[in-house]
C-alpha cells in the first residue's frame, strides 16, 4: 500500500540518490503544461502548482503540439505535466520525445487522466523501459527505471481534488515545495518605496499631476486607504526602514545623470511594469532609477515571467536618447550595452578580470558559460525628438537559486586560484553597472559604435562558432559579430553569403550550437 509518509521518504532517497551534475548551460528550471483539454484545464492546473512549488525555483509555462516537438525544451524542463488520452499513448512521434526527456535530460513526468486508459499506459511506459513499481495504487501509479522515479500517474479524481497528495506527489517527482515566499504571500501586492536622496521632493522628480493616478506621496507614519492602489513614495523615513544602503551606493555613483535619483522598495510588482504605466511625460529627471529586493510579477525579454529572488540585484531606470543622435540612429544596441556594463563593472576591477561572467546573444549574462544569470529588457517610446527608453536589468548576485549568482561564482574562483577577492553587495554592483552605462552612452554618443563593440566582443561567448539555422533551412553558418542594431551577423557555410538576424525573431540554442526561431 502507497503511503504518503512513504511516497515523501522516498523522495527524499531518490532527491540524494540521484543528482546529477549537468555539463549543459541551465536556464532556471521550467515546469511544463502539455496536453490539456482546454485552455480552462492549462489556468487551473498552472494556478495549483502555484500554490504547492517555491516560486523563486521554477516557472510554470504552457507548452503547445508545436512546441513539445520541438526540442530545445527539454534541457530547461523539470517536470512535464501531461494530460493522458488516446492520441498521446498512441503518438510513435510524442514517444521519441518522451524517450529522449526521460532518458537523456534525466526529465520526470506527472501524467493525469481517467482510468480508462491505464492498461494501455502501462504499456506506453513499459515501451519507454519504464517498469511500474510494486507499491503503486489503482489511483497513483508509478514508473521507474533503475529504482528511480521517472513518471507518475494520478486519477484525476485525485489529481484535482486532492493537493495533499499532489503536493507529495512532486516532491517524488523532485520538485521542490517545501517554502513559501514573500512573493507567494504578496502576489500582486507592493510595499512602499523610500526616495532617495531624502532632500528630494516628489515635485522635483514627478510632474504631480500626470503622477497622481500611480503614485501616492506621503510620510511614512501616514496609512493609506484600504482602497488605494497606488504605488507609496515615502518622503520622510526612519533610518533603518528601508534595506538598501544608499549611503554606499552613492558612494561609488560617478555619474552626472544616470542613478542619481533612485526609488527602492523591498517589494514591488515588477519595476519596469513601473516606468511602463507612467505617462511618458510623468519623470522630469534623465536617468530616474527604480530598485527593488524583490519582484512579484518580473518579466523578461520575450514576456516569460522572471523569477525574483532575494539576493537579485533588480532594477529599471528610464533615459532619454535624442533621435538625431549616434545611439538615437542605432536604438536597438542598447540591450546589448546594458548587459556589457554590468560585465564589464564585473571584471573591470582589479583581481576581477578573469571571473567566468560573459554575454550569450542578444541580451544574457552567463557565468562559466553554462549559467544564465541575468538578462535584459528593454521599452521605448518617442516623445518629440527624443526617445524615451526604460531599462530593465535583473542579475543574481548573492542567491544561489534557482540556477547560481555571481557572489558564489567568486567563492569557487577563490577556492580553486587560493585568490581572496571580496562578494558583491547589490548597492555596490548596482552603482558600477550604472556607471558603466552612462559612460557607453557618452562614448557611442561622441565617437560612435567602435570602441562599444570592442568592448562588447571582449565579453561574449560566440566568436567564429558555427552555427545551424533554422530560419534558414538549417544551414551551417559561420558566427561574425553583431551590426550597428545589434543583430547576429553570420556567414552561410555554402554560399559564403553573409546574412543578418535580428533578436526578436531569434535565440541562440547555445546546447546544440542552433539559431532557432523565437517563438
Known amino acids: 500500500m502507497l503511503t504518503l509518509g512513504g511516497l515523501l521518504m522516498r523522495a527524499i532517497e531518490v532527491r540524494i540518490g540521484s543528482r546529477m551534475i549537468s555539463s549543459k548551460p541551465l536556464k532556471p528550471p521550467n515546469i511544463l503544461i502539455y496536453n490539456q483539454p482546454s485552455s480552462k484545464d492549462i489556468d487551473s492546473l498552472k494556478e495549483t502548482l502555484t500554490t504547492l512549488i517555491q516560486p523563486d525555483e521554477y516557472t510554470i509555462y504552457p507548452l503547445t503540439n508545436e512546441h513539445f516537438h520541438n526540442h530545445p525544451w527539454l534541457p530547461s524542463c523539470c517536470l512535464l505535466c501531461c494530460y493522458v488520452n488516446e492520441d498521446l499513448i498512441t503518438s510513435k512521434k510524442s514517444n521519441i520525445v518522451f524517450k529522449r526527456f526521460i532518458d537523456e535530460n534525466d526529465g520526470r513526468v506527472l501524467l493525469h487522466g481517467n482510468l480508462i486508459h491505464v492498461d494501455r499506459m502501462v504499456n506506453w511506459m513499459q515501451s519507454l523501459d519504464l517498469k511500474k513499481a510494486n507499491n503503486s495504487t489503482a489511483n497513483i501509479i508509478i514508473f ?72 501616492l ?9 484600504k482602497d488605494d492602489s497606488r504605488f507609496i513614495i515615502h518622503t520622510k523615513r526612519k533610518p533603518s526602514v528601508a534595506n538598501f544602503d544608499f549611503n554606499l551606493y552613492n558612494s561609488l555613483l560617478s555619474t552626472k545623470q544616470y542613478g542619481r535619483v533612485v526609488v527602492y522598495t523591498d517589494l514591488i510588482t515588477s519595476t519596469q511594469q513601473f516606468l ?31 523569477l525574483s529572488p532575494k539576493g537579485c540585484m533588480m532594477f529599471s531606470m528610464q533615459i532619454n536618447i535624442p533621435l538625431d543622435s549616434n545611439l538615437g540612429r542605432s536604438l536597438p544596441i542598447i540591450q546589448h550595452l546594458i548587459v556589457v556594463a554590468f560585465v564589464k563593472a564585473v571584471r573591470n576591477q582589479p583581481g576581477y578580470e578573469m571571473l567566468d561572467v560573459n554575454i550569450k546573444w542578444p541580451n544574457d549574462i552567463y557565468i562559466k558559460k553554462l549559467y544564465k544569470i541575468g538578462g535584459v529588457i528593454v521599452n521605448t517610446s518617442l516623445w518629440k525628438d527624443s526617445f524615451i ?17 555571481l557572489n558564489q561564482l567568486i567563492d569557487e574562483y577563490n577556492k ?57 533551412d538549417y544551414q551551417k553558418a559561420c558566427v561574425i559579430g553583431i551590426d550597428n542594431y545589434g543583430y547576429l551577423k553570420v556567414k552561410l557555410a555554402e554560399s559564403s553569403e553573409i546574412v543578418t538576424l535580428q533578436p526578436d525573431g531569434n535565440s541562440f540554442d547555445m546546447m546544440s550550437n542552433m539559431i532557432i526561431i523565437k517563438k
Open 144 to 215: 521507474q527505471s533503475n529504482n528511480l522515479t521517472q513518471v507518475i500517474f494520478l486519477n484525476d479524481d485525485i489529481f484535482s481534488s486532492n493537493n495533499g497528495i499532489l503536493r507529495t506527489v512532486l516532491s517524488e517527482l523532485q520538485v521542490n515545495t517545501k517554502s513559501t515566499s514573500i512573493c507567494e504571500a504578496l502576489v500582486g501586492s507592493q510595499l512602499p518605496g523610500y526616495l532617495y536622496p531624502s532632500y528630494l521632493k516628489i515635485e522635483n522628480i514627478f510632474d504631480v499631476e500626470l503622477a497622481s493616478k500611480h503614485i
Open 217 to 225: 506621496s506621503q510620510v511614512e507614519e501616514l496609512t493609506p486607504a
Open 276 to 306: 511602463q504605466q507612467l505617462n511618458i511625460q510623468t519623470i522630469k529627471c534623465n536617468g530616474f532609477l527604480i530598485t527593488a529586493k524583490q519582484q512579484s510579477h518580473g518579466k523578461g525579454r520575450t514576456g516569460n515571467h522572471w
Open 389 to 405: 527608453v526604460n531599462i530593465g536589468l535583473g542579475v543574481n548576485i548573492s542567491n544561489a537559486k534557482p540556477t547560481q549568482c
Open 416 to 472: 580553486e586560484t587560493g585568490a581572496s577577492l571580496r562578494i558583491f553587495t547589490i548597492e555596490e554592483i548596482l552603482a558600477q553597472t550604472v556607471n558603466e552605462i552612462e559612460l557607453f552612452v557618452e562614448c557611442i554618443q561622441k565617437e560612435g559604435l567602435a570602441m562599444f563593440l570592442e568592448e562588447y566582443y571582449k565579453y561574449w561567448l560566440h566568436r567564429d562558432v558555427i552555427v545551424t539555422l533554422e530560419r534558414h
